[in-house]
């Protein structure tokens, strides 16, 4: 499987961006997809996955409502839908994907991983 993200771009804090990501490749029920993010400077931190077969997603403890992940298996997609965007959420944004759990947070766990696209809020 390969992953090619998108969506990234210059807005606004409080604005609204939603990011795209294509797999190539089958995807099998048991994978999850994920977002994650690295702040300038900051280590990559977990945003959000959802399991391909299935609804059950999991979200970084910041999100706080903000931020939706969501997929479309017909388009091979992963979606996140970000709004109410802060100054802080500015960073590069990756899918990645991995075999089993959406509750695993730690990149290490995961063996795939899309280019990112970058995410600037400005305030």
């Known amino acids: 499987v390969q992953l090619q993200a998108s969506g990234g771009g210059l807005v606004q804090a409080g604005d609204s961006l939603r990011l795209s990501c294509v797999a190539s490749g089958r995807i099998f029920t048991s994978y999850s997809m994920s977002w994650f993010r690295r702040a300038p400077g900051q280590e990559r931190e977990f945003v959000a996955s959802?399991?391909?077969?299935?609804?059950?997603?999991h979200y970084g403890t910041f999100v706080n409502g903000r931020f939706t992940i969501s997929k479309d298996r017909t388009e091979n997609a992963v979606y996140l839908q970000m709004n109410s965007l802060k100054p802080e959420d500015t960073a590069v944004y990756y899918c990645a994907g991995r075999s089993g759990s959406p509750y695993v947070t730690n990149e290490r766990d995961y063996s795939v991983w899309g280019q990112g696209t970058l995410v600037t809020v400005s305030s």
């Open positions: 959802i399991r391909w077969g299935n609804d059950n997603s």
